[in-house]
């Protein structure tokens, strides 16, 4: 079984350009999460898909952040523009209720300059 | 602000010792339990989960809840080399997201 798949695995941008993470969750996973790693900390949860549908975004940052995913499958986060303090890594994670189990993928590693 | 703590470390012991590992948390309605290992650069893996009072064995891991202390705890026996890495818990009431410590890095020295 092919695990939860995150593109690209690095990125750097000058602060105030757009950036944009892409996420496949494992096969039959309809939950996904997205969630940020500050270095020294627990990832923090940013949005999570029931399907297609957003059940919990309240730590979004609404005024820079977006997310989707449209056909309850692939998801992609949005931040623009982006500023210093959102470097950080970026982890997808999926799961199949009931089981609460997540899988996270690699995660993206952001540096702002 | 439901929050869970852990010592960040790091926790250093020999090889062949057994590490102890704890975590506390805020949320008395809390019901699942989990702890992840995540290695340098890696992204968190599921090393054991436990949702009743009590002890949980697998392999040479053990996890431990107590509910009425808040407190879990996960115990690495015949500690290797290969176990250093920072290990986080985390925990959810089931209808929560999924809340992190900031992990606690362990050292196993060979």
């Known amino acids: 079984e092919a695990g939860v798949v995150q593109s690209p695995r690095y990125k750097i941008i000058e602060k105030k350009q757009p950036v944009a993470f892409w996420c496949n969750p494992i096969s039959g996973h309809n939950t996904l999460y997205w969630y940020r790693q500050n270095l020294g900390q627990g990832p923090e949860l940013l949005i999570r898909?029931?399907?297609?549908?957003?059940?919990?975004d309240s730590q979004l940052p609404k005024d820079r952040f977006s997310a989707e995913r449209l056909k309850g499958v692939d998801s992609t986060l949005k931040i623009q523009p982006a500023e210093l303090g959102d470097s950080a890594v970026y982890l997808c994670?999926?799961?199949?209720?009931?089981?609460?189990?997540?899988?996270f993928g690699p995660g993206t590693r952001l540096l702002v300059l | 602000q439901k929050e869970v703590e852990q010592n960040s470390g790091p926790l250093s012991v020999p090889e062949g010792a057994i590490a102890s590992l704890n975590c506390t948390y805020s949320?008395?309605?809390?019901?699942?339990f989990f702890w992840y290992r995540q290695y340098s650069g890696k992204s968190p893996e599921l090393i054991m989960s436990?949702?009743?009072?009590g002890d949980k064995e697998d392999g040479r891991f053990t996890a431990q809840l107590n509910k009425a202390s808040q407190y879990v705890s996960l115990l690495i026996r015949d500690s290797q080399p290969s176990d250093s890495a920072t290990y986080l818990c985390a925990v959810t009431s089931g209808n929560t997201p999924l809340v992190f410590g900031k992990g606690t890095r362990l050292s196993v020295i060979a």
């Open positions: 436990i949702y009743s009072n």
């Open positions: 949320d008395r309605v809390s019901q699942s």
């Open positions: 994670a999926s799961t199949r209720p009931p089981a609460e189990t997540q899988y």
């Open positions: 898909y029931e399907n297609e549908e957003a059940v919990d």
